[in-house]
């Protein structure tokens, strides 16, 4: 590693870091605006007495769960500088975290506004709700909207997501979008705030229809635009293993998508029972401007039927994305470790030119020695780098939470001891849910910094 390359990588680090901070403050402000433009509007004016309490808080939790609301759709919309900065996993689990407390603020939105305007009219809350369907313009469409919402963060708390199939699940997450049109028009017809000719109205009309349109270039034009452009056909199918194939495709101008090796793409095949569903799979060599590769072992429905997928099938797709990959460097030493699959990335980033001769370490995990996926490129690639490479087979221990082989667990092998300088490397970890945690609980406690661990799970 030169030091040029070292001082690259610190640079992009610091950059992203950077970005990081931009990016969260601008969360920050969004809330301190909205507060802001509420007191410039006279608010303070409701908590000077008990009886307008209710509705000021009301009006304060509505202001801040949209605000919050629309920060979680850009957190999903694929937008470019949010992915190559915290990462499209950490983005989506930014955005899981936000879905409990704004649903939180909006029903106490409502709750106190029932209340609230209640007091006034002299209804109960109950009472209220018929009263305002029944004179306020656009109401009865924000209360539909209230339900849609809680209906998506209900089938995305992860005990019931977890029962659900993942395309029912997704359909009814696309219901979010029309939980937020749905209370769009009840804000600007109704709330005060939002008169005419006001800067709150400008603001929010400017944030509303900024989000919607990063959703609609982000994840419908810019892909479909992609695809036609691109015109990728699966050109070879070859089987690595029982149940997995390597799948390359071909295209235009592939030159000019910027993929990195290790990053992921949404892959829709253009073939029966395959068309109307799209599924993320790891490049799994880097891209070289003329195809690329996914692995893909049989897990389910899709991946299975990918087993037999036909050379010529069209394929469209969404991305690349993601920081699994040489983007997510902070350090010029890096640790690999794969368990099964999970190889797919790791193998693609090993052709990283940044990545130099004697600066990488790479284990790998797999119950039998079939299941070293991509074995011989993977081990060829590590000779070129003069990598370390270890190979773990084996079942893991009975009754002993460890990523290790029984056996090398009990000879005393530990990350420490497989990568000695793990301390001062980024670590790449890629494989099942729990594998992969319990690979970042032993790195934690190695020492390694949690900004140099990188992990992809397969899993949504
Ligand atoms: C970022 C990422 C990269 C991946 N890379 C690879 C790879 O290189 N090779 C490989 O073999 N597998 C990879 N996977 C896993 C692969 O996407 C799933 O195995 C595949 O989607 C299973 O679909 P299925 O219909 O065959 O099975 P199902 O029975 O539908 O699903 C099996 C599992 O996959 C999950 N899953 C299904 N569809 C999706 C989806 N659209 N998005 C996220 N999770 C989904 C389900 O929750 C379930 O846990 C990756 C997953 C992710 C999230």
Redesign the pocket.
């Known amino acids: 590693m030169t030091t040029v390359d070292a001082t690259r990588i610190k640079r992009q680090h610091t950059a992203r870091l950077r970005r990081g901070d931009l990016l969260s403050t601008v969360v920050y402000f969004s809330v301190a605006i909205v507060l802001a433009i509420f007191l410039a509007d006279g608010g303070a004016a409701y908590f000077t007495n008990i009886r307008d309490l209710a509705t000021g808080v009301g009006i304060v939790t509505g202001l801040i769960g949209s605000d919050l609301l629309l920060v979680m759709l850009l957190l999903a919309a694929r937008v470019p500088i949010i992915d190559r900065t915290f990462g499209?996993?950490t983005a989506l689990a930014q955005h899981r975290k936000l879905g409990k407390p704004v649903l939180y603020l909006i029903l106490a939105h409502m709750t106190l506004l029932l209340i609230g305007y209640g007091i006034t009219s002299g209804f109960n809350p109950v009472a209220e709700a018929f009263n305002m369907i029944a004179t306020m313009e656009d109401m009865g469409l924000a209360f539909i909207g209230m339900a849609l919402m809680i209906v998506v963060v209900v089938t995305s708390l992860i005990v019931v997501r977890k029962k659900l199939?993942?395309?029912f699940w997704?359909l009814v997450h696309l219901l979010s979008y029309g939980a937020v049109l749905a209370a769009l028009p009840h804000q600007f017809s109704t709330g005060m705030m939002f008169a005419d000719g006001t800067w709150a109205r400008y603001y929010w009309m400017a944030f509303y229809v900024g989000t919607l349109a990063a959703i609609a270039i982000f994840r419908v034009i810019l892909p479909v635009t992609l695809s036609f452009k691109h015109a990728l056909v699966v050109s070879e199918v070859r089987v690595e293993a029982p149940g997995?194939v390597s799948i390359t495709m071909t295209g235009r101008r592939l030159r000019e998508l910027k993929g990195k090796g290790g990053q992921?793409i949404?892959w829709r095949f253009w073939a029966p029972k395959l068309w109307w569903?799209?599924?993320?799979?790891?490049l799994?060599a880097a891209p070289d401007g003329k195809s690329l590769r996914?692995?893909?072992?049989?897990?389910?429905?899709?991946?299975?039927r990918?087993l037999t997928i036909k050379p010529g099938t069209k394929v469209s797709f969404e991305g690349p994305?993601?920081i699994?990959s040489e983007a997510a460097r902070t350090t010029t030493k890096a640790v690999f470790i794969g368990a099964g699959?999970g190889i797919?990335?790791i193998r693609a980033m090993l052709e990283d030119p940044l990545l130099k001769a004697n600066d990488a370490t790479v284990i790998l995990r797999g119950t039998t020695a079939q299941e070293v996926f991509l074995w011989q490129e993977t081990y060829d690639l590590c000779v070129a780098k003069h990598a370390s490479l270890r190979v773990l087979v084996g079942k893991r221990p009975r009754g002993v939470a460890t990523w290790l082989s029984a056996e090398a667990y009990s000879s005393g092998e530990r990350l420490s001891t497989l990568a000695p300088d793990i301390k001062h490397s980024d670590v790449f970890i890629c494989g099942p849910m729990q594998w992969t945690d319990l690979v970042v609980r032993e790195a934690k406690r190695a020492g390694v910094p949690d900004h140099q661990i990188h992990a992809?799970?397969?899993?949504?």
């Open positions: 499209h996993d199939p993942y395309q997704y997995v992921f949404n569903v799209s599924h993320p799979f790891s799994s996914i692995t893909v072992r049989d897990l389910g429905d899709t991946s299975h990918l994305y993601g699994f699959v797919t990335p992809e799970r397969f899993e949504f």
